[in-house]
Nanobody
C-alpha cells in the first residue's frame, strides 16, 4: 500500500489560487494512477481529478475543467492539484488517493471504489 500525506490547503478569496501537494511513501508510487477527491460538509465525497501512472493522461470533473490541473513528479513521489479561479463552491476537504491496482491501463471514469489508499485530507476554504 501507498501512504499519502496532503498539504497546501488553506483559506483563499474567490478568484484566487492554491496548489495542493500529496507526498507518497514507497518505491511503487510511479506505478499507480493517482486521484484527487473532495468532500464538502453534508455532501458525499466526489471525484475531482485523476492522473495516469506515467503522468501522460489526466481526467477532470466537469466542475473544475479549465480551472484545475493535475500533475505528478514520480522522481519526488508527489502528485499536485493546481487550483485556479477558485469559487466558494470549491470549499471542501481535499483527499489524495492511489489506485487499487498498479499499472491500470486507463485513468478515465475512475470512481471512489477504484482507489485503495487515501490521505487524511487538507481543508480548502474559498471566501466570497
Amino acid at each position: 500500500q501507498v501512504q499519502l500525506v496532503e498539504s497546501g490547503g488553506g483559506l483563499v478569496q474567490a478568484g484566487g489560487s492554491l496548489r495542493l501537494s500529496c507526498a507518497a511513501s514507497g518505491r511503487t508510487f510511479s506505478s499507480y494512477n493517482m486521484g484527487w477527491f473532495r468532500q464538502a460538509p453534508g455532501k458525499e465525497r466526489e471525484f475531482v481529478a485523476a492522473i495516469s501512472w506515467r503522468g501522460g493522461n489526466t481526467d477532470l470533473a466537469d466542475s473544475v475543467k479549465g480551472r484545475f490541473t493535475c500533475s505528478r513528479d514520480n522522481a519526488k513521489n508527489t502528485v499536485y492539484l493546481q487550483m485556479n479561479s477558485l469559487k466558494p463552491e470549491d470549499t471542501a476537504v481535499y483527499y489524495c488517493a492511489a489506485d487499487s491496482f498498479r499499472y491500470r491501463a486507463t485513468v478515465y471514469g475512475l470512481g471512489r471504489s477504484d482507489f485503495g489508499s487515501w490521505g487524511q485530507g487538507t481543508q480548502v476554504t474559498v471566501s466570497s
